[in-house]
């Protein structure tokens, strides 16, 4: 009640089951920038969906319900709120985007394997691009101990074992969200 949808008829009769949404689920108090009053709307709309077993279209109705959250922090100069709202945006999809995790757990791995490449004996000589895989690969061992807490790694460099912390932190953090934002997934 009291949801404008653009152009869309509400009664008591309208069922959303089969209605098209499109690419991006947006209602008209969004586009119009009042972010406050968008978020009961998707609230209910994702209570709704989810009621009735269509919980793929309830999760894009959670992340309009959390962009309008975000939104609403920035335009009120709630700066902290903002940013780790945004965080949780492009890391996990506001928890509705598992392959997120994935591809940010990726990157933060393989940028650590070539901070590492040169506390495993990385050199460019005669042996070329055979020893530069060879260290790679090592660098991936070395930050994956690290990235999975397991540590245990020889220590190679007065660097390498802080630069293990920090990526202890981040895979402690990345794991965690995975775990939260899978199991979410699929207990629906």
């Known amino acids: ?14 069922k959303l089951r089969r209605v098209l949404w499109g690419e991006k689920m947006t209602l008209g108090d969004e586009m119009d920038k009042q972010w406050g009053e968008a978020l009961d709307p998707y609230r ?8 009735h077993g269509l919980y793929d279209i309830a999760g894009e109705f959670h992340i309009r319900e959390w962009e309008c959250r975000r ?16 965080f949780y945006k492009i890391v996990a ?13 990726i990157a933060i791995l393989l940028a650590f394997s070539l901070l590492y490449m040169p ?4 050199q460019l000589n005669a042996d070329g691009l055979s020893r530069m895989f060879f260290n790679l690969w090592n660098g991936v061992y070395v ?8 540590g245990g790694v020889q220590k190679t460099n007065f660097l390498s074992p802080y630069l293990g912390v920090i990526e202890s932190f981040f895979g402690f953090v990345l ?7 899978f199991t979410r997934k699929m207990i629906r």
């Open 119 to 122: 506390y495993t004996g990385f």
């Open 1 to 14: 009640e009291g949801v404008r949808l653009y152009g869309a008829t509400i009664t008591d009769t309208t």
């Open 175 to 181: 794991l965690s969200l995975f775990l939260v934002t």
């Open 71 to 86: 939104k609403l922090a920035v335009m009120e100069k709630r700066w902290a709120d903002a940013i780790i709202r945004y």
């Open 93 to 105: 999809g506001y928890g509705e985007k598992p392959k997120y995790v994935i591809w940010w757990s």
């Open 143 to 150: 930050s994956s101990a690290y990235f999975s807490g397991l």
């Open 44 to 51: 209910d709309l994702k209570l709704w969906h989810q009621e």
